[in-house]
């Protein structure tokens, strides 16, 4: 399926209600030619997942500013995991601390994006890092 | 990858998403919004296997409430213990090709509800294929057991009335602030309607637009027994109700549930709406096929050099259209 547009999740998992950033995200992927599911804030990790089976995505895009991304995120990827849903590209946006960062990869988060972060730079970053469907 | 691989892998996800795996048919909807080869194959097994869902179209302008409407039937159909599948469309950009599909935003209390099936679409610049894409979309999911399929369509404005149309029961959600009777005068998405749903009734001014929406579609109505065979508009039934409130949608689940097509309709396929839809999607899979073709023809024997002539005047269209379509029946023969 040569030119499916890239498909791409955009949600907020827990309690913060700050969603300025994933929506200018949301509309910046838009101008760079992706799909995006906008799903909003109070998400639970159930939600997102079942959001991601049933949308198909190609990218699991978090942003998370209340802290509990070390509790939230390793829940979503493992999660989908259990879904089987192993080739889909799981990132993070938000205040996320550096030293937690490695934390977040060893689950299985694949990039995280910190504040000062281009559109530009994660659209490239999605494009370089989406596995291409055989389909 | 070969075609019979192809095959093989599009119907092993279709008996995958009919034995109740989620994440089969979110692969399955995405061939068919992709119009693959895999998806061709899932449909020639699951179309027979469809036909026992009630095809519901929700319509309606921009801002309306069509989503929040779509979330508040599927929360009493949840409440009655139906299952229910959403395809919700969202527009694409015709300049990027990107879409923002925002739909789910109201409907994520559903998401983790293992009845409650919702997949967002972006219309893809897909000229007459939506409608196929959409049907497709609508039969894979009736035929893994969602008894009522609700299509929620993009924003419309007074003439896309093709995605709605095609649906067993079309739905037009309406704000309160619609505008004067005039607007109920006029042709387009109104006349496609079997249900008017005045949306935000908990707000001022409802009542009076459910009643001037009333006053207006019935304009006429007298005529109808003596027009014969000549095509009359529908009489749309005008309801209110406040997704919000939570008045009304028990009330308008109910009249979409009255417009269920019969079984005898399914089974002789004699169903007006069920004929409409076959139609579109035959005429629309056809010109797929074609424009597949076409462009195999253009690889082959170069449009390029064809366009360029007609835009020199050198040849003209007519004949070169003739000529491209020789070309077309030839390589269908292969």
Avoid: W
């Amino acid at each position: 399926m040569a030119g499916r547009p890239i498909k791409v999740l955009i949600a907020k998992p827990g309690l913060d209600g700050h969603d300025r950033g994933a929506k200018v995200l949301a509309r910046g992927l838009r101008d760079e030619g992706f799909e995006v599911v906008y799903t909003g804030i109070r998400q639970t990790p159930e939600m997102i997942v079942s959001a991601a089976v049933q949308e198909d995505v190609d990218v699991v895009g978090l942003s998370i500013l209340s802290g509990a991304h070390l509790t939230l995120l390793p829940r979503i990827t493992g999660l989908l995991r259990d879904q089987g849903m192993t080739d889909v590209l799981v990132t993070a946006g938000g205040i996320i601390p550096h030293e937690d960062v490695p934390v977040l990869q060893e689950a299985g988060v694949a990039a995280v994006f910190g504040p000062g972060t281009s559109i530009g730079q994660v659209a490239d970053y999605l494009r370089a890092n989406v596995k291409p469907r055989d389909a | 990858m070969t075609g019979l691989a192809v095959g093989d892998q599009g119907r092993a996800l279709a008996a995958a998403a009919r034995a109740g795996d989620r994440r089969a048919l979110g692969r399955l909807l995405t061939e068919v919004e992709g119009r693959s080869p895999a998806a061709r194959a899932a449909l020639v097994e699951l179309y027979p296997l469809a036909g026992g869902a009630h095809l519901v179209g929700i319509t309606g302008p921009p801002g309306a409430g069509k989503s929040t409407l779509v979330t508040a039937l599927v929360a009493a159909a949840r409440a009655q213990g139906r299952s229910v599948a959403v395809v919700a469309i969202d527009p694409s950009s015709p300049i990027t090709g990107g879409a923002i599909l925002g739909d789910r935003v109201r409907m994520q209390q559903h998401a983790a509800d293992d009845g409650v099936f919702i997949r967002s679409m972006a219309t893809r610049g897909h000229a007459g294929g939506l409608a196929v894409a959409t049907v497709d979309a609508a039969a894979v999911l009736d035929a893994c057991g969602f008894g009522l399929v609700l299509i929620e369509t993009v924003g419309t404005g007074q003439g896309e009335v093709e995605v709605a149309a095609l649906a067993d029961t079309t739905v037009v959600v309406q704000a309160p602030e619609m505008g004067d009777e005039v607007q109920a005068l006029k042709a387009g998405l109104l006349e496609v309607a079997d249900i008017v749903a005045v949306t935000k009734a908990d707000r001022p001014g409802a009542d009076q637009a459910a009643a001037s929406l009333r006053a207006m579609l019935t304009v006429g109505a007298q005529h109808d027994r003596v027009a014969g065979d000549r095509p009359r508009p529908r009489r749309p039934e005008v309801l209110l109700v406040s997704a919000v409130g939570g008045t009304g949608v028990v009330e308008l689940l109910a009249a979409i549930d009255r417009r269920t097509p019969t079984a005898e309709d399914s089974a002789s396929g004699r169903g007006n709406a069920a004929r409409v839809r076959a139609e579109a999607q035959l005429v629309g899979l056809v010109m797929e096929r074609v424009r597949d073709r076409l462009s195999g023809v253009a690889a082959r024997d170069g449009l390029a050099e064809a366009v360029r002539a007609v835009a020199a005047h050198e040849s003209d269209p007519y004949t070169t259209a003739e000529r491209l379509l020789a070309g077309i029946m030839v390589t269908s023969h292969e």
